[in-house]
């Protein structure tokens, strides 16, 4: 079974400084993807990032980055240089060939930019 | 590229009546497309996979009768909530995907229920 934990409810993180969101996950498959998206208080999952799991570099883009510790099934999104704009929920999601095409879902942590 | 749009945004409706609930990918074809229910701060729950030209595939304890899917195109999938209930008041949001390894999913905006 696949499974995808973010122990993090909640996280607050001053603007401008850097904040990082935790993600493991469960599964027996060698080939899978990593995923991050975020959704503001409107509603809509907005895909941010996509590490593979046998991508030897850490995907970044842009402000986010992946620290992906594949021995440890870890998968923590960092964001640098946080911006109000950046309060939001944050879900990892999972994709393996096990899976079919459906994507696991963690419960999320919500993330808050003090200014 | 790969823009799902959902419609209607919100939707009020009274109890026993039917409310139907568009996805559609606008720049790409879905064979498949994903709908999600997501209650308030609460993760997205996969309700079902909807298949082009087939019968959608339901989550175990979701009710196909109440969440009637149709995907009869490659761009169009419905979620129709019969007889809704109170109960059924939810966040419900679709998404797809281009074809490919590590092609993520895109989601529409999603869809804000309200029976009352």
């Known amino acids: 079974a696949q499974k995808i934990t973010q122990t993090q409810p909640g996280m607050f993180v001053q603007e401008k400084e850097a904040v990082t969101l935790d993600c493991t996950y469960d599964?027996?498959?060698?080939?899978?993807?990593l995923f991050w998206y975020k959704q503001p208080s409107s509603g809509e999952m907005i895909f941010l990032i996509y590490?593979?799991?046998?991508?030897?570099q850490n995907a970044t883009e842009g402000r986010y980055s992946l620290n992906f510790q594949k021995a440890r099934k870890s998968a923590n999104l960092v964001i640098s240089a946080s911006q109000l704009g950046d309060s939001a929920m944050y879900f990892c999601a999972m994709r393996g060939p096990n899976t079919g095409n459906q994507f696991y879902f963690g419960t999320g942590t919500s993330l808050t930019v003090i200014p | 590229g790969a823009v799902v749009s959902q419609h209607p945004s919100r939707v009020i409706c009274k109890s026993g009546t039917s409310v139907k609930i568009e996805c559609r990918s606008l720049d790409f074809q879905a064979t498949t497309m994903f709908w999600y229910r997501q209650f308030p701060k609460q993760s997205l729950m996969l309700m079902a996979t909807?298949?082009?030209?087939?019968?959608?595939?339901?989550e175990q304890g979701v009710e196909k009768d109440k969440f009637l899917i149709n995907h009869a195109s490659l761009t169009l999938s419905t979620l129709t909530v019969t007889s809704a209930h109170p109960e059924d008041s939810s966040f419900y949001i679709c998404?797809?995907?281009?074809?490919?390894?590590?092609?993520?999913?895109?989601f529409g905006n999603g869809t804000r229920l309200t029976v009352t």
């Open positions: 909807s298949n082009e030209g087939s019968k959608a595939t339901y």
């Open positions: 590490q593979g799991s046998y991508d030897e």
């Open positions: 998404s797809a995907r281009v074809t490919g390894h590590n092609s993520p999913l895109h």
């Open positions: 599964t027996s498959d060698q080939s899978y993807g």
